[in-house]
């Protein structure tokens, strides 16, 4: 699980991510409001955890800002109000969910695993769009204006990804991850023909949408006219 943790207690960020680490997560961290808005919204996470007080930006605006450009990665909000009505602002500011200072670790990690276990919400969606693109997820058909093309179960699935996380760099392993699983064994060179592939379609189709290599990350679908 890919983990962006936004908390400016320097003590604590490095502890959450020490103990986030030894449960087998990939943790980006920050201690700066603007700062952790730009990492997500740049970037593609299984879960951000998120303090509420924060220098430059604070966790709520945070939260309000990404829900507004649709990003929807779950966010569990850490603070210390924990009166009822701060727990309803936090929920209806758009938060999974609410944990109060101080907690315990086996109480974060169990909230962290409840929300794992959620269904991805992509299956949901009959038809994508970024750009002039189009893609039926139900028929695997990729359409930009008059043209349009079959895509293979593989290139849908990487297809869906970036549909649903329109410029934003998807790391390597976070494709690797939702597309072929977990615990698969997938040679880096079977992603680059993937993408490869995906390239190859945009083209037939006539696209503005591109994949973009970010070098030494991974890629991030764009639209080349703007």
């Not at 030894?22 to 998120?50: F, K, P, T, W």
């Not at 966010?75 to 109060?100: M, N, Q, R, S």
């Not at 929300?115 to 139900?138: H, N």
Request: hydrophobic residues 35%; aromatic residues 6%; proline residues 4%.
């Amino acid at each position: 699980m890919h983990i962006l943790l936004i908390e400016d207690d320097e003590k604590l960020c490095e502890t959450l991510q020490y103990q986030l680490e030894q449960e087998q997560c990939l943790v980006d961290s920050c201690q700066d409001g603007l700062e952790g808005l730009h990492r997500l919204l740049n970037g593609a996470y299984s879960l951000a955890i998120l303090d509420r007080m924060l220098p430059s930006m604070d966790g709520l605006t945070i939260l309000q800002k990404a829900r507004q450009q649709h990003i929807q990665t779950p966010v569990i909000l850490l603070t210390a109000l924990g009166e009822l009505h701060d727990k309803i602002t936090g929920l209806d500011c758009g938060a999974d969910d609410y944990l109060v200072k101080p907690f315990a670790f086996p109480e974060l990690m169990a909230r962290i695993r409840c929300i794992a276990r959620r269904p991805p919400s992509m299956v949901s969606q009959k038809e994508l769009t970024f750009a002039d693109l189009r893609y039926d997820t139900q028929q695997n058909i990729l359409s930009c204006g008059t043209k349009s093309c079959t895509l293979s179960r593989r290139e849908g699935d990487l297809m869906e990804l970036f549909l649903h996380n329109p410029q934003q760099t998807l790391p390597r392993s976070t494709i690797l991850t939702n597309v072929w699983g977990a615990d698969a064994e997938v040679e880096d060179g079977n992603l680059d023909n993937y993408i490869h592939f995906i390239r190859r379609r945009l083209r037939t189709v006539e696209s503005s949408a591109l994949l973009k290599t970010v070098r030494g990350i991974g890629y991030r679908l764009e639209d080349s006219h703007v």
